[in-house]
């Protein structure tokens, strides 16, 4: 397994290599047949690189030690499908798995585009992923094989790392990846269309779907690691604006940015610039992330350390951003526009702010990630920002950007009339001042969280009010029944319905983080058998403590008994573990979910006779940040199923 | 250029002039110093300034942890002087990844 496993990398590399001579050969002669050859080429690639991924799996699932990465993040206890996940524990795998999902991306592309060889752009499609792919597979065989051996067989490995012993690893890492990779396609169609001279529109259509199939996946990614944080690093949050968090989140934001703007592009025609601009940087920093975990040059939960692969990536992310410069520059006179923005108020310029405040908190973002590393070079002090520099910064541009997702359907393309604004505002104004008047009421009195409220109020009454307008309007052009003509809009304009629902996760997803930061409760207590804490509306009683041996783990467990309000909840299990590979034990959280509060707890000590320290605490809402995940999610996926169901031809 | 795109520039300009101030403000008010154990032993008023983190390696056998109240006593030593140590009291639950020489 370990030669199939090296040959196949090694081959994966080499067919690379030959697909982009083949394309550069039939690029000169202007020879079709060898840009068939080298879309075949580009095929073989994702082959050898399956063959592997899958001798690195099997060599997890065999044991099979004498390879210095299974030994490294692997055990014999280890259950099985931990096995498979570690797979991506580390950084030589998770680079192989890059490379792998890269190479089927490319795969899937050079068999989509298998008739349409003969457009100008395609064979550089091909050579731009070529020469990609080729990248990941040099380091792969050069400095970073998962396939090394060691120099002697360990009689175990040294296990996984127990905090990766976890559902979320199953999933997490792998969709992040997913959303990371799959910006790679559309950053090589417009670079092609860069290339070739071709610089219309199409490349935008053609990538339409893998842009937001990549958002999706990286949003999917972004929620489950928050939610990974939450239920297993028992430190009571979900987002610590960590150096590795911020890399996932800036990327998103951009491409966010660029989601918006594309559909400007693809109305108006302008933007061109700006959008080949975003792409570009989306790339950019969907490698940044990858440079960043794999440098060392940050402190972060996720780091790899210092691998020495940071040199690399820095290189390539330099000629990368330097190449894409002078494309575009090239092409800026084709790609300048004719028109322009006819209006300050307008919806075109409602998406003109949106991106700018998008890009502005991508900014903070990667400043304030980046802080340490500027200081010291400018000061020659170390001085770094943590989690209140990104609070601060970017609670008031989320805001606005709230405050703009509100307003942008109320306002008409080109420009807007006095008498339309009017008529729009209206309703949706009216009910989120009197919204955020009764909460005002009900004693939210500080400003951010009851801005983020009331603004929320007013987004999704803009929403309702856009799914109304939609249904009537379509009742007045069918005659159809109002109840018929509601999920028949939603259907057929679902790519605009689908953003909506985005939208309005958004709105979830903002009364999640308001309700569970600004409002929460928190207690630590130290607790002999039979005593009691309280918290909030709850009642908490350390009823019995138990140890017992799990497979991989000692564990140690206390019972604690819920009452609110006078009535009992049922018993909470909380837990901290001492895996027999790890030094350091961990807590296992314990959750008990509502819509209106969640209560966490967690044991952070266990002292003599069994005292324990119970770490308590109320996040009011919380539950709504994930419900919000998954309708950003389902709207996502909505925008993106096809309009047409494709017949074959007869 | 047109009267609307000039208003659309200036609204923009005033944005990013927001997020500028925002940025430097952030930074000043919230920015942490990261030193040493050795430099804060030659100045100790860099103690003083508004926030500090230091980096280095807790002495092992300096723990002392009292679980009623919370409070963890040791002794930090720099990374390249080994002779030059510190004690940090510290108030709250000792947190799962602390340990000695880490």
Redesign the interface.
Known sequence: MVTLGNLSQSAAFMCSLLAMVLLLTGLMRNDLRFIEAGRRALTGVAVFASMAAFSLARLFMTDNFQVEYVASYSDRALPIFYKATSFWAGQKGSLLFWAWVLSIHVAMVAFNTRKETTRKNTPYIYLVLAAIVSFFFLLLITVSSPFEPLAYVPKDGNGLNPMLQNPGMIFHPPTLFLGYIGFTIPFAYAIASLISGKVDPDWLKKTRRWNILSWIFLTIGIILGGQWAYVEL?WGGFWAWDPVENASFIPWLISTAFIHTSIIQERRNIMKVWNMSLIVLTFLTCIFGTYLVRSGILQSVHDFGATGLGGYFLVFMIVTAVGSIILIAESYGDLRTAH?????VSRE?TF??NN??LL?IA??TF??TI??LI?EVITG??????E??FN??NT??FLLLLAITGLCPLISWRKASINNLKQNFMYPFGLASAGGGVMFGFGIREFYPLMAFTLSLFVSATIVLEFIGGARARKKLTGEPILLAFPKVIWKLRRRYGGYIVHFGVVLVVVGITGSTAFKLEK?T?LQRGEVMNIGDYTLQYKDFNSFQDRNRTVYAATIGVVKDGKAMGDMFTERRYYINA?????EVSVRMSLKEDLYLTM??I?KND?I?I?AAVNPLLVWGWIGGTFMVVGGIMAIIPSRRRRLAV | MKKSSKKTGIALLLILAGVGVLILKGVSDTGVYYRTVSEVLIDSSLLEERGVRISGEVEGGTITYDQQELKLIFVVRDLEEVEKTMKVVYIGIKPDAFDADV
């Open positions: 028992g322009s923005l006819e209006s300050l310029s003109l702010f700018v405040i502005a900014f903070s400043f304030g802080f340490p200081s002090n170390k001085l770094t920002v943590g209140p520099f601060m910064v008031p541009l630590e130290t030094k350091q034990p961990t807590t952070p000590m002292g005292e320290t770490k």
